[in-house]
């Protein structure tokens, strides 16, 4: 059988995390943390301070996952940029600050990212 042939398939990737994968987990660890903290010392009013601390431990949570490529963590994060985007998109809206959209196309960047096939190829059950 010659590898330069049409009917070889291609090589399976395996290996490590990729290097997007590495900076989005860093972004989101750091943004996660800090509104966490931001919850737990009264920055947000009433019920809003129990979701704020519940999605944001969640992507912390999915965070460590997805450093060990596991696919629930990949979920968490990727599930937490869109909802973080879909988020700031409103909050843009509520508080008339367009500044706010430069976040939320951040986090849909990421979410695009993650969805990627050669992302998704690395992950492990």
Known sequence: M???SPETPPPIVTGGILPGMAMIA???LFVGMITAFGALSGKYPGAARYVVLTVSTA?????F???RLRRWGWALV???CLFMSLWNIYMS???HIPAILIMAG???LFFLYMIRTEVRERLRR
Do not use: E, K, Q
């Open 93 to 95: 809206r509520i508080m």
């Open 26 to 28: 860093i972004f989101v």
């Open 2 to 4: 010659n590898p330069d």
């Open 106 to 108: 951040l986090y849909l």
């Open 65 to 67: 996952g997805l450093l």
């Open 59 to 63: 992507m912390v949570a999915g965070v």
């Open 78 to 80: 990727t599930a937490g």
